[in-house]
């Protein structure tokens, strides 16, 4: 229950910092700030209520699908969000990997923000030189 909460308490507060985020550095933001803005939701959120990072990742990612689910205007959209859902979860086992390895929390999420910044790229084509 921990971790939904945490989750919840995730994707609503990204999604107010993201938007001020797109509203400030436009889609660039989406491959620079916002990756790791989420990663250090998610997991500071699950570490402020105990709660398993994998989990709150998860919960987190199954929010952002939902969200792209809903607004898709087309099954690329669709996918997208189910992609969500999968990836999020990804970036936390890397989150946890990384802090099992080095027993830093703050290297785990580093290390999840540069793939998933390396992502955000790869999928969105956004160029930080444009």
Request: aromatic fraction near 8%.
């Amino acid at each position: 229950m921990t971790s939904l909460a945490a989750g919840v308490l995730a994707a609503a507060t990204a999604y107010v910092i993201n938007q001020l985020i797109i509203g400030q550095a436009g889609n660039k933001g989406i491959v620079t700030f916002i990756p790791i803005v989420e990663e250090a939701i998610k997991s500071f959120s699950a570490a402020a209520l105990g709660a398993s990072l994998i989990s709150t990742h998860a919960v987190f990612g199954a929010i952002e699908a939902g969200y792209e689910i809903l607004g898709a205007k087309s099954i690329k959209g669709v996918v997208g969000g189910l992609s969500s859902f999968v990836t999020h979860g990804f970036w936390g086992l890397i989150t946890v990997v990384i802090y099992k390895v080095t027993g830093s929390l703050l290297l785990g999420i580093g290390a999840a923000a540069v793939v998933h910044s390396i992502w955000n790229r790869v999928i969105t084509g956004i160029y930080l030189r444009n």
